[in-house]
């Protein structure tokens, strides 16, 4: 459940609101034995439930920040506790447990990819698909009558929780639920993205939710993740296509929000260095061996946030595309230092993520990668916002096609 605390206000004193959240994490998280375990959890889970219903996120965030650089183990329960109950709100009389659902998928296109407003005939067809492949018999699922793009995804841990209350009731209630598409935020348009279908699935308590907690009939053998996953990719493909048209698609494991989004935010970073590598040999037309990757470890407070990868034209310093690899929950270093202000240079590197990004780079056919030494701070285009990335001499540039490149002009190069 490891993510970074979002501002830096961590050694500030705690409101007397965050203090016995902060508390019972500790307690939690020092527990004994599962008996003692179960009374924690249960007190801390009672806490969180009217905080997430009275919008109470500073609080939240304040805690998570606090625990972040004093306690980590505690740090990682409160996260673990948030994200269950904002996704699992309690409904009725408590004979039915519901679940956020969310089914990832990833995309890339020269064009614009689709989100927004599905229409009704496709949430029937993809909330049939879905019970046939994915939820088990048990399940009642309730979709969205929408594609969403990261950026309509709720922002806030309260704002999550008020859309799980809405679908979780209808799911319990077997209604259908219709989002009103017309004020979402504006989706930014990317060469790849992730698009999600989100609903919630109501169970009768103890009953699976998944194919995968299901034995087959036939032999009395669990079906594996991977065996669901291949079969939606199957028929839902297929449908998605039909309102996705000029995109690539590859479809992740749909499950409880959280863990489905990080687990695609994850998929998604090798997904664009891929959808990079082919949109530069199409539209710049040059075979990926006269590419150029330049990789660098971008730092905030002392961590390393992020890989930016910067793709060149061999013998030239100009930038022409970029990918960002941000670092996504565990894989943040271990139990940071209370103290941010470390020397940059000492800070050792990631040497799994950086080999993940060279192995794949070689794998899209890319022989010149350059892995620079230094620590580069996150800086963006002042302009418009857009990262900059190292080019092979550990310059940070604006990523600019050349001009004469073929590109459609639909598409924004950030
Ligand atoms: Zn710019």
């Known amino acids: ?62 805690t998570l920040d606090h625990l ?3 306690n980590y183990r505690a740090y990682d329960e409160l996260a673990f506790a948030i994200e269950n109950t904002v996704e699992s709100p309690a ?33 029937a067809l993809f909330t049939e698909l879905l019970h046939k492949n994915v939820l088990s018999d048990q399940a009642h699922l309730v979709l969205t009558n929408m594609l969403f793009s990261p950026d309509q995804l709720p922002e806030s841990y309260t704002s999550a929780a008020e859309l799980a209350r809405q679908l979780g009731q209808a799911a319990v209630d077997k209604v259908m639920v219709r989002i009103d598409t017309e004020n979402l935020p504006a989706t930014q348009s990317f060469l790849s ?31 594996s993740k991977e065996e669901v996953l291949e079969n939606w990719r199957v028929v839902g493909s297929q449908a998605l296509q039909k309102i996705m048209p000029g995109c690539l698609l590859e479809l992740m494991l749909p499950n409880g929000l959280y863990n ?3 687990e695609a935010e994850k998929e998604a970073r090798a997904y664009s260095v891929r959808a990079s590598a082919a949109f530069l040999e199409s539209a710049l037309d040059v075979p990926p061996q006269k590419i150029c990757a330049s990789v ?11 890989y930016r990868i910067g793709f060149s034209l061999e013998g030239t310093p100009d930038v022409v595309h970029g990918v960002v690899w941000p670092l996504i929950g565990e894989e943040y270093g271990n139990e940071p230092d209370p103290v941010y202000e470390r020397d940059i240079e000492s800070e050792p590197d990631n040497p799994v993520i950086r080999s993940k990004i060279e192995a794949l780079l070689k794998e899209v056919g890319i022989r010149k990668i350059t892995v620079l030494e230094e620590r580069f701070p996150l800086e963006y285009c002042e302009d418009c916002g857009s990262p900059l990335y190292p080019n092979p001499e550990g310059e940070l540039m604006h990523a600019e096609l050349p001009e004469d490149s073929e590109l459609p002009n639909t598409m924004q190069l950030h």
């Open 193 to 223: 993205d992730v698009r999600y279908l989100i609903g919630a699935i109501a169970v009768p308590n103890g009953q699976p939710a998944f194919k995968w907690q299901v034995e087959s009939h036939s032999n009395g053998v669990l079906l």
């Open 296 to 306: 660098g470890a971008f730092v905030d407070r002392g961590e390393i946030e992020e």
């Open 91 to 123: 409904i009725g009389d408590g004979s039915v447990d519901v679940l956020l659902l969310a089914a990832p998928i990833l995309a890339w296109s020269t064009y614009n990819i689709p989100s927004g407003k599905i229409d009704e005939s496709t949430v």
């Open 68 to 70: 972040y650089s004093t």
């Open 260 to 262: 489905a989004c990080r």
């Open 1 to 62: 459940m490891r993510r970074k605390p979002l501002n830096t206000a961590s050694r500030s004193k705690l409101s007397k609101y965050a203090k016995p959240l902060a508390n019972l994490a500790i307690l939690l998280a020092d527990a004994g034995s599962r008996l003692e375990r179960r009374f924690w959890k249960k007190k801390l889970f009672a806490a969180l439930a009217p905080m997430l219903e009275s919008r109470s996120d500073t609080t939240l965030v304040q």
